[in-house]
T-cell receptor, first 114, second 114 residues
Framework: GQQLNQSPQSMFIQEGEDVSMNCTSS?????WLWYKQDPGEGPVLLIA?????ELTSNGRLTAQFGITRKDSFLNISASIPSDVGIYFC??????????????FGKGTRLHILP | ETGVTQTPRHLVMGMTNKKSLKCEQH?????MYWYKQSAKKPLELMFV???????ENNSVPSRFSPECPNSSHLFLHLHTLQPEDSALYLC?????????????FGPGTRLTVT
């Protein structure tokens, strides 16, 4: 079945550092989504990408839809303590189909060292 | 209330109990989803309801029984669960047929089966 490989699994960084994580697949996706999940909460949508090559920002977050449509990355600039959490990528294979479903990566757990 | 709400937030039940999880979305969406989130595993899609009709059941055991009385409410009825069913159960909603394909999640119900 389709799988998303998300890396790294976890990251330990200093406050103020930039962060980069990515998702890859052997399958082509038409939509990429990035979510963040805080402890004890559900995932919250950060950025949605709909077009190959698209680069979208949301504050200090920037995500790109890879040209091959098989990958996406998320960058966080100048990390702050509230960035701690688990970041999930998600891909959707077809567009405007009632039977679509999202496939999620296993997540990247971000830790910020004091 | 805004967004997607779930009750209860925490539930402890014995293997012989019967309980129900409730989800309500206030976003005017027409699709709702149940996911299971276990430690160190990707989000597992359990059920999908499009326009109140169940369109997907990802080989979920019959001890989990969904109900969608209208497009705003979704229930997950639980009976004779096993300890391995302990997990965070997330509800999500989305609007199908438009350009936006994002799923919005509730905070989840943390279920512990003893």
């Amino acid at each position: 079945g389709q799988q998303l490989n998300q890396s790294p699994q976890s990251m330990f960084i200093q406050e103020g550092e930039d962060v980069s994580m990515n998702c890859t697949s052997s399958s082509i996706f038409n939509t990429w989504l990035w979510y963040k999940q805080d402890p004890g909460e559900g995932p919250v949508l950060l950025i949605a990408l709909y077009k190959a090559g698209e680069l979208t920002s949301n504050g200090r977050l920037t995500a790109q839809f890879g040209i091959t449509r098989k990958d996406s990355f998320l960058n966080i600039s100048a990390s702050i303590p509230s960035d701690v959490g688990i970041y999930f990528c998600a891909g959707q294979t077809t567009f405007m189909n009632r039977d679509d479903k999202i496939i999620f990566g296993k997540g990247t757990r971000l830790h910020i060292l004091p | 209330e805004t967004g997607v709400t779930q009750t209860p937030r925490h539930l402890v039940m014995g293997m012989t109990n019967k309980k129900s999880l409730k989800c309500e979305q206030h976003l005017g969406h027409n699709a709702m989803y149940w996911y299971k989130q276990s430690a160190k595993k990707p989000l597992e899609l359990m059920f999908v309801y499009n326009f109140k009709e169940q369109t997907e059941n990802n080989s979920v055991p019959s001890r989990f029984s969904p109900e969608c009385p209208n497009s705003s409410h979704l229930f997950l009825h639980l009976h004779t669960l096993q300890p391995e069913d302990s997990a965070l159960y997330l509800c999500a909603s989305s609007q199908l047929g438009g350009l936006a394909y994002e799923q919005y999640f509730g905070p989840g119900t943390r279920l512990t089966v003893t």
